[in-house]
T-cell receptor, first 111, second 115 residues
Framework: GQNIDQPTEMTATEGAIVQINCTYQTSGFNGLFWYQQHAGEAPTFLSYNVLDGLEEKGRFSSFLSRSKGYSYLLLKELQMKDSASYLCAVRDWTGANNLFFGTGTRLTVIP | DGGITQSPKYLFRKEGQNVTLSCEQNLNHDAMYWYRQDPGQGLRLIYYSQIVNDFQKGDIAEGYSVSREKKESFPLTVTSAQKNPTAFYLC??????????????FGDGTRLSIL
């Protein structure tokens, strides 16, 4: 089976840095994705990790440690438009290579 | 522009009625998926299709049915057997299972409510 945990809500200040954690337990790990979802809208792809380490994409970075079953999404220079839910999803090859999603972390950016 | 189109954006169902949600993609993707999203829960997989004329049940397929007669289209029918259909339904597509590093792309969703 699959178990993916992330905090339910976080609040951070505009211009600051925030780290959103995700821990997972899967039978056949085959990659981890982060998505951003504004309320009532489609999730949009942010990042992908399959090997240990940090992937950087502008203001967003994602880190993976496969031995610890742990990932985080780092958002720098926060902007008001970053207020959204952030979804962690793990691909499991024992589950037909489908994605299994955490409940999402709702981030609120305050002035 | 390529993308995934879901329709309608809002849908209301009466008791005992079947309703069909449309999902069309012009990304030339082989794989398509249907998810259900409820408050406080992660996306849950209803059905998926890796290729035309083939589809598989996901984690919560009971009360739902799908078809995949064309590569571009993957409609979802919510039957009267689904006793708690009120939710936000998301359709997604990806290149295919042979490219696991490629993300799924999502449509804008259909919000289904019971009258």
């Amino acid at each position: 089976g699959q178990n993916i945990d992330q905090p339910t809500e976080m609040t951070a200040t505009e211009g600051a840095i925030v780290q959103i954690n995700c821990t997972y337990q899967t039978s056949g790990f085959n990659g981890l994705f982060w998505y951003q979802q504004h309320a009532g809208e489609a999730p949009t792809f942010l990042s992908y990790n399959v090997l240990d380490g940090l992937e950087e994409k502008g203001r967003f970075s994602s880190f993976l440690s496969r031995s610890k079953g742990y990932s985080y999404l780092l958002l720098k220079e926060l902007q008001m438009k970053d207020s959204a839910s952030y979804l962690c999803a793990v691909r499991d090859w024992t589950g037909a290579n489908n994605l299994f999603f955490g409940t999402g972390t709702r981030l609120t950016v305050i002035p | 522009d390529g993308g995934i189109t879901q329709s309608p954006k809002y849908l209301f169902r009466k008791e005992g009625q079947n309703v069909t949600l449309s999902c069309e993609q012009n990304l030339n993707h082989d794989a398509m998926y249907w998810y259900r999203q409820d408050p406080g829960q992660g996306l849950r997989l209803i059905y998926y299709s890796q290729i035309v004329n083939d589809f598989q049940k996901g984690d919560i397929a009971e009360g739902y049915s799908v078809s995949r007669e064309k590569k571009e289209s993957f409609p979802l029918t919510v039957t009267s057997a689904q006793k708690n259909p009120t939710a936000f339904y998301l359709c997604a597509s990806s290149i295919g299972r042979e490219t696991p590093n490629q993300p799924q792309h999502f449509g804008d969703g259909t919000r289904l409510s019971i009258l």
